[in-house]
C-alpha cells in the first residue's frame, strides 16, 4: 500500500532563516504531488503542485519554492522566512486521472519567531 | 470554475444525534467531489468520493453523502454521532489544472459533539 511520510513534524525557525521540508511517498510511481498552507482557522492553500521529476506548478507566488529531485519525492524551500510562512503545511500525493483524491501526510507545523 | 461553500463554520451535535454538515459545489462540468476530515495537528484523511457511479456514497467511519445535482450539493451525514467524530470536516471539488488535477477546498466546518 502507498505511505506518505513528512518531516519534521514541528519546527521552530526565525525570521530571515532558510527552510526545507521534505516529503516522500511510498508504494507507487510518478505521483502527482502537493504542497499546502493551512493557516490558523483556516482552510487550506495550495502552493505548489508536480506531475512529474523537475516539473514545478505555482499556485500562488510568493516567498517559497519547491523542487522535485527524485519521482517519489518534494521538498519545500525558502531562502529567507518571514513572520507570514508560519502554519500548519501538508504534503499530499495523487494518481493521474480525474476522479482521483488525493492523500496527506501528516503534515508540520512551522512557527516563525 | 469550480467552487465549494461549506455553510457553518461550527456545528455541535450531542452524543448519538444526527450529524449533517453542508456542501454546495459551483461546477460548469460534472463534478467529481470529496469529503475530509482533520483530527488536530493531523493530515486529512478521505473519508469518502463522489465520482459519478451512485449519487449516495458511503465512507469510513458510518459517513455516507448524496450527491443532488438539482440543489448543487454534497452533504455529509452520520446517523450517530461519536464523541470520536469531533474534527473539522472539508469539502472538496476537483478541477482541471494543465495535467494535473486540482482540489478546491472550502473553508472548513468545525465539529464539536456534546457529551
Known amino acids: 500500500s502507498q505511505t506518505i511520510h513528512q518531516w519534521p513534524a514541528t519546527l521552530v525557525q526565525p525570521v530571515g532563516s532558510p527552510l526545507s521540508l521534505e516529503c516522500t511517498v511510498e508504494g507507487t510511481s510518478n505521483p502527482n504531488l502537493y504542497w499546502y498552507r493551512q493557516a490558523a482557522g483556516r482552510g487550506l492553500q495550495l502552493l505548489f503542485y508536480?506531475?512529474?521529476?523537475?516539473?514545478i506548478s505555482s499556485e500562488v507566488p510568493q516567498n517559497l519554492s519547491a523542487s522535485r529531485p527524485q519521482d517519489r519525492q518534494f521538498i519545500l524551500s525558502s531562502k529567507k522566512l518571514l513572520l507570514s510562512d508560519s502554519g500548519f503545511y501538508l504534503c499530499a500525493w495523487s494518481l493521474g486521472g480525474n476522479n482521483q483524491p488525493q492523500h496527506f501526510g501528516d503534515g508540520t507545523r512551522l512557527s516563525i519567531l | 470554475a469550480q467552487s465549494v461553500t461549506q455553510l457553518g463554520s461550527h456545528v455541535s451535535v450531542s452524543e448519538g444525534a444526527l450529524v449533517l454538515l453542508r456542501c454546495n459545489y459551483s461546477?460548469?462540468?460534472?463534478?467529481?467531489l470529496f469529503w475530509y476530515v482533520q483530527y488536530p495537528n493531523q493530515g486529512l484523511q478521505l473519508l469518502l468520493k463522489?465520482?459519478?457511479?451512485?449519487?449516495l456514497v458511503k465512507g469510513i467511519n458510518g459517513f455516507e453523502a448524496e450527491f443532488k445535482k438539482s440543489e448543487t450539493s454534497f452533504h455529509l451525514t452520520k446517523p450517530s454521532a461519536h464523541m470520536s467524530d469531533a474534527a473539522e470536516y472539508f469539502c472538496a471539488v476537483s478541477r482541471a489544472s494543465g495535467s494535473a488535477r486540482q482540489l478546491t477546498f472550502g473553508s472548513g466546518t468545525q465539529l464539536t459533539v456534546l457529551p
Open positions: 463522489y465520482t459519478s457511479a451512485a449519487t
Open positions: 461546477s460548469s462540468v460534472p463534478p467529481y
Open positions: 508536480s506531475v512529474g521529476i523537475g516539473q
